[in-house]
Structures are given as C-alpha cells and as structure tokens.
C-alpha cells in the first residue's frame, strides 16, 4: 500500500522560503509519477508541479514556475518542493501525489494522495 506523508509546511511572510516534504513508503517509485498540488479554501485544487521518479522530468504551473523547485532524495524516497519568493497567493494546503504511468497535470488522474500541509503566506 502506497503511503505518502507531506511535511513542511507552516507560516511565513511574504517572500519567504519553505521547504515541503514528502515521504513515500510501499511503491516501487521508478515506476511513478508525482506531484505537487495545492488547494485553498473555496477553489478547486491546482496543479503545482509534476515530477517523474524514474526519469527526472519535472514540470511547473506557470504561477510557480521560477520559484518553486522540486527535488528528490533516492535513499530515503522523499521528494522535496522548494519554495522561494512566496506570496500571498501561494497559501493553500499542499499535497503530494502518486500515480503509476506519466505524469499529468490532472488531480483526478492521481490514485495516491497525503493528507497536505497547510502553507500560509501573509502579506
């Protein structure tokens, strides 16, 4: 059973940095594609960023892109998110997501899910 656990989150003021956590147990993940999606209140949950275990590829929603960094740590299957320059309009929870396959930018299309962290940027 694929088990993914977000961690990181927290307040910060206006161009700041954070740095999101999410550890992945259960999967064989070269095999997978994951993602960075967020969500705030009253709005649908947006794409943040895809990224392709096996092979590297990361892709970024144009809102992000330039800010936001993904990485990966192999040894202790943990990807990262990377957020530098935050705004306001980054707060949301943010999740971590899995699928086998391709990544997409399509929350549907994810079969695994964390349970978020709370991203808060104040002005």
């Known amino acids: 059973q694929v088990e993914l656990v977000e961690s990181g989150g927290g307040w910060v003021q206006a161009g700041g940095s954070l740095r999101l956590s999410c550890a992945a147990s259960?999967?064989?993940?070269?095999?997978?594609?994951m993602g960075w999606f967020r969500q705030a209140p009253g709005k649908e949950r947006e794409f943040v960023a895809t990224?392709?275990?096996?092979?590297?590829?990361?892709n970024y929603a144009d809102s992000v892109k330039g800010r936001f960094t993904v990485s990966r740590d192999n040894a202790k299957n943990t990807m990262y998110l990377q957020m530098n320059s935050l705004k306001p309009e980054d707060t949301a929870r943010y999740y971590c997501?899995?699928?086998?396959?391709?990544?997409?930018?399509?929350?549907?299309?994810?079969?695994?899910w964390g349970q978020g962290t709370q991203v808060t940027v104040s002005s």
């Open positions: 997501a899995a699928r086998v396959g391709r990544p997409t930018t399509g929350a549907a299309s994810y079969n695994y």
């Open positions: 259960g999967g064989t993940f070269s095999m997978y594609a």
């Open positions: 990224h392709r275990w096996g092979g590297g590829v990361t």
